[in-house]
Each structure stands twice: as structure tokens, then as C-alpha cells.
């Protein structure tokens, strides 16, 4: 086993000097649509909307024809428009709708702004390309200097949804984690945690007490899921055993692979269950694809997957493009990978192999490094305030809230934040969740001090329309219980971090029964 451990971080090393030689993002982004195009060509889908033209200008074109073309014939597909006129058919068994053959398998998500469940199509190609990015970045790994050989012999705990899938009318559906792990290559299933029988538990509760009882006879080197679940699975773990921190459990835990949520305002508390450092991989993995991951040590962002089934398209996510309410507009500015700028916003368009098409996922990002097509994620269209031009993304509420947690030396672990109305003008309403004692004026306090800091359009507002922030501090659980109470705990579900229209009421509604 340490003769493989080594094999495997010599080949990694090699791997990583490869793919470095030949990284270009438009060359690679030319190619994927080419394979995408003529895949989907005699679709139901690539009839309608002129495919075989598109080929050819793909294949024979200058650099720019064939964009031109896709953004000509083939319009912007949010989730209601993909799946009423084309999923909705390959829900129902039909085949060669948006993609070849028949689907059967969908992931179900509602995201976090909407309750509606939504159906995402997860072809055959999608579970490959899923795995084979899933391949690449534990070959990253080669990159980080202090990560022993042995690591790779260690176990991986995966914390995701139930691979027991519902089998409805000819096809499964569940978690896109739960189906993910459900197809695990066989290599792979004697390193993987918590191994199929627990995997398949439908109840996260018992999920997480089978693991818990499990926990001290596995070696655990990697653990990978949503950060609030993983610290939770953790809590359980050392308060089971009564020890200090998750390293008197599995002292050879040396990785944790997070994404659906920013990290940071998880970190403090996180760290506090550990007996020494460990690294840190952020991946952006959604429903309809693996999009991005961190390739190299103390990266800023994660590297697009370029060359892997998905092709990307950049809508400048300003107010010209997108509604106060982040709706799209009718003719919105669409880039592609070579024609973005750093530092600049914009919300994400994907043409993926499983048959969606120019479809607007819902999250905003920021280019960090152009040349290595870096990015960080920033929020999701809908997932702004701007009741009056302040302009407060996501990603200024982690960095504030981090901010504020290692000032007031306090963990916080769930927040969100809705806009209200303040006589004839505007208010932010917070709600944070942390188990330790705080003086809520002081963390208002500091909280509307950082948040003016970080965004010049907030420190403009709350001197005129933006008249007043209050804050609510929560018990943590207080979160997971409303989670709960909607059927979304656990897997790749989270909080949803910005409150609006109905969501205010429910939320609020549950809080005055508590």
C-alpha cells in the first residue's frame, strides 16, 4: 500500500506538469461546444434551433462565427422555459429530446430561493463527466507539497444524500450527491465512506448517528460535503467519543473537499474541532454539473472545468442585464471566456451534456485570474439586496460576517438577511445563528461597520434610503429545524442566505411558533 501511495503522487506530479502545457480557455471552450453540438445535433432540440448550421460554423468558422450563431439562434433558457418545453418531455420517457437517448436519472433541487422542486436531467455523459472531474482534482492533490504519500491510502468519507433513489415512472430521482455516489467506479468503494448501507439511509438523522457509531473503526485522510453538515457529522462524533477534537478520532484527516457555500464563515468554529491544520479544496459542484475547483495551494478561486462536457457563457450581471428583483431582461450582453474581465460580476450560463442549453443556473462569479480562468463565486441573481441601490451581495455578507466572528471571538454558524420596509423607506432584518454569547448591539454594530467597508454602495445608501439594519441572534439549531420542517436537510441543501417574497413569511411564521 505505500509503494501505491507513492505510484500515485509521482503520477499526479506528472499529470499537473501535463495539463499545465496545455491550458487555453477559448481553445478548449471551442471544443467542447464542437462535441456538444454534434452530439445534440438530431435532437429534438437540434432541429428546432438550427444545430447542423451551428456545426458547421463551429468546425470551419473564424473564432467568433459560431458564438455569434448560438447567441443568434438559440435563446436563454431559465429553468421554468428548459423544462416546460423541452425536460418536461424527458421526464415523461421520451427520448432524444435535448440530449440523445432516453434520461433516467434527475436530480432534484430547489435551490435555495424557490420551493418549488426542480428536475435536473443527469445523463449517462453527466455522471462520466462528473467522475472524471471528480479524478482530476484528487490528481491536484500532486500540488500540495505537504501531503504525505500514505494520504492516498487513506479512507473518504463522502456526506451526501441517499443513494437509495425514488423510482418513479420509469426513471430515479434523488440528491445529486446521492446519485453520484450511487455510481462509483468499483476502484474506488474500498476507500469510500460511509459505504453503501449507510449511504443509502434516507433519514439524515440516523444517517449521521450510524456514521457517528462507525466513525472510530474507520482511517479517515479526506472528508468531502456541505460545510455545515460536515461540522455538524463532526460535533457529533467528538461529544460521542468524549474527546477533545476530530484528530483523536481519525488522526490522518488531513483534507476537507467543501463547496455549496462559502467556507469562511464557517472557518472559526470549524478549526476549533481540530487538534492541527488541514488542507482545504473548494469545489463548485451543482445539480447540473461539475463546474469548478480549486487546483493549487492557497489558490484565491477554483478553475472552471473547461474541457469536460460544460461550455460557458458570461451575462454582466448589472442593471442593464438584470432587473432590482434579478430577473433577466429581454436582450441581455452574453461573453465568452475570452471576452471577460477581471473583477467584474456575472451571472453564469452553461450548454451542458445533459441537454441544457444557454440555461441560466442562478449564481454569480467573479474572474480572479482571467489566463487561468479562476473564479469565485459572489451569490446568485436572485440572492442580492438592492431595495434602493445598495447593491449587497453574498459574497460582502460571508466576508463581513467573518469579519465580525474573529473580532467578537464567536463561531456563526447559519445566517440571512431580508429586506424591509422602514416607514416610507428601507431596513435590512438579520438573523444569525451561533451557540455562543453575544451582545447583539455590538455585533449590529460591527456588523453595519463592515458591510460599509466592504461595499461603497451600502456606506452611500445607509446615510439616505437604507435607514436602519436590526439583528435577531438564533440558536444554530433554530436553522436546521426550519430546514428540516421543509424536508431539506442534509445532502447538498443549505440555508438559504437572502430572504424574499414568500420566503420572509414562512420564515418568520416558523420563528413566532417557536
Sequence with gaps: MALLGSMLKNGIRLTNVVRLRTFSPVRLQRKVFRKLIRKAQF???GEAYQFDSLLRAAEFGNDREFYQKYKQYVPIHDYNKMFDGWWKQTLAGEKNVAWPGRVKYFALSSGTSEAATKYIPVTKAMSKAIQR?????????????NLPSTLYEKGCLMLGGSTDLSVREGHYEGDLSGITASK????????????????????WALKLDEITEQAASWD???VVGVPAWIQLLMEKIIARYKVKTIHDIWPNLMVFCHGGVSFEPYRQGFEKLLAHPITYIETYLASEGFIAYQTHPNAEGMQLVLNNGLFFEFIPFNEQNFSSDGEITDTPETLMIDEVEEGKEYALLISTCSGAWRYLIGDTIRFVDKKQAEIVITGRTKHFL???GEHLSVDN?????EMVSEELGISIREFTVAGVTHDTLFAHQWYIGTNDAVDTNALRDRLDARLKEL????????RHALKDISVTVLPTQTFYDWMASRGKMGGQNKFPRVLKKGMIGEWEAFLSKK
Design 43 to 45: 435532437t429534438k432540440f
Design 133 to 145: 472531474t471528480s479524478i482530476r482534482q484528487i490528481l491536484t492533490l500532486g500540488k500540495y507539497q
Design 184 to 203: 462509483i467506479p468499483l476502484w474506488f468503494e474500498r476507500f469510500y465512506k460511509p459505504g453503501r448501507d449507510i449511504a443509502q439511509e434516507r433519514d
Design 220 to 222: 479517515i485522510g479526506y
Design 386 to 388: 438592492s431595495l434602493c
Design 397 to 401: 455578507m460571508n466576508k463581513a460576517i
Design 455 to 462: 461595499n461603497d454602495d451600502y456606506a452611500v445608501e445607509r
